[in-house]
């Protein structure tokens, strides 16, 4: 089978977006190769050494990279590609250089070419992300594993955005929790939730592409089996209202259109947690959430990412911004 890469040179911060419009065309397979990798990945095992002069990797900004089948008529794909990376600009996403490369890709290249770049990697105390075809040992016993198959993924679920929503989740989940994860992808979310106490879990995506690929991946996770996940414009096709928590780790812009409907879902005092935030954003998005009704608690923030921890207020709680940096 003849597959075909597509190669995106970008900065750090629009990988994710990307990555998510090569999988809309129809990629099968995303490889992201990260310049800010090596600053961001903590070993998992500490007697792994790793000499990052002997792996080829970006020395600056970010490629994205897509692998399509042969089903795919690329051709077509390309111009409708390159316009949604420059329309990034709209959601205040700086991509350049943004060029787009071609090449045919012989089958078993394709079944090895990003396995270099994917490791077990700590992403906080107790949790590790783990790639599905590692024989990785636990270093200590409380260790948590989320595996991941980043053929079937939109990455590594180690972006900036990633952390500071597990670290939200790790801030503010007690257990038993009902959740809703908007924008699921890899499915990484609904995972660590799971490891972390949180009871039941409907995680939609927008197509049933991404839906499929979520499936997989929870599939490899024997405790996030129970994690439903549905086709969804956001919360527009789900059911469960009076929920404990809404998670989304979405642009700054598809968050906003979400406000009232997390409202609409949330039980009182319930939280709503938000990542994916540029820092020129942050201020659209607090104003908003405040305007719905929301009181933002906490603001967290990795590089020029941000998140946010906020709650719907309990019954005679008045509203009034109270975030901490």
Request: with cysteine.
């Amino acid at each position: 089978m003849e597959w075909t890469q597509v190669d995106v040179l970008t900065t750090s911060e629009a990988v994710e977006a990307i990555a998510n419009i090569l999988t809309e065309q129809g990629a099968s397979g995303i490889q992201i190769d990260d310049s800010q990798d090596i600053q961001n990945y903590q070993k998992a095992d500490e007697t792994v050494v790793i000499d990052w002069d002997e792996i080829k990797h970006q020395q600056t900004g970010a490629k994205v990279i897509g692998y399509f089948p042969q089903d795919v008529f690329v051709t077509e794909a390309l111009p409708v590609i390159e316009n949604k990376i420059k329309q990034l600009a709209e959601f205040g996403l700086a991509y350049a250089p943004g060029t787009v490369k071609v090449k045919a890709l012989a089958d078993d290249h394709w079944a090895t070419a990003w396995k270099k770049y994917y490791r077990p990697v700590r992403l906080t105390r107790h949790l590790t992300i783990v790639p599905a075809w590692d024989d990785y040992q636990k270093v200590q016993t409380q260790e948590q594993l989320i595996v991941l198959d980043p053929g079937m993924a939109f990455g590594t679920g180690t972006h900036p955005t990633t952390r500071l929503m597990i670290e939200a989740l790790t801030i503010i989940v007690r257990g038993s929790e009902t959740m809703l994860d908007v924008g699921t992808g890899s499915g990484v979310l609904s995972i660590a939730a799971k490891h972390l106490g949180v009871k039941q879990i409907t995680a939609t995506d927008i197509d049933q592409v991404a839906v499929d690929k979520a499936k997989e991946n929870l599939a490899l996770n024997p405790i996030a089996q129970d994690v439903t996940v549905k086709v969804s414009d956001l919360l527009a096709d789900v059911e469960q209202t009076n929920v404990d928590l809404i998670v989304a780790n979405i642009l700054a812009e598809v968050i906003v259109p979400l406000i009232p409907q997390a409202w609409a879902k949330l039980r009182p005092g319930g939280h709503f947690l938000t990542s994916g935030i540029i820092a020129d954003k942050l201020d659209l998005i607090i104003e908003q959430q405040t305007k719905q009704g929301f009181i933002v608690d906490q603001q967290l923030k990795i590089g020029d990412w941000c998140g946010l921890i906020a709650h719907k207020p309990a019954v005679n709680e008045s509203n009034q911004f109270t975030a901490q940096g």
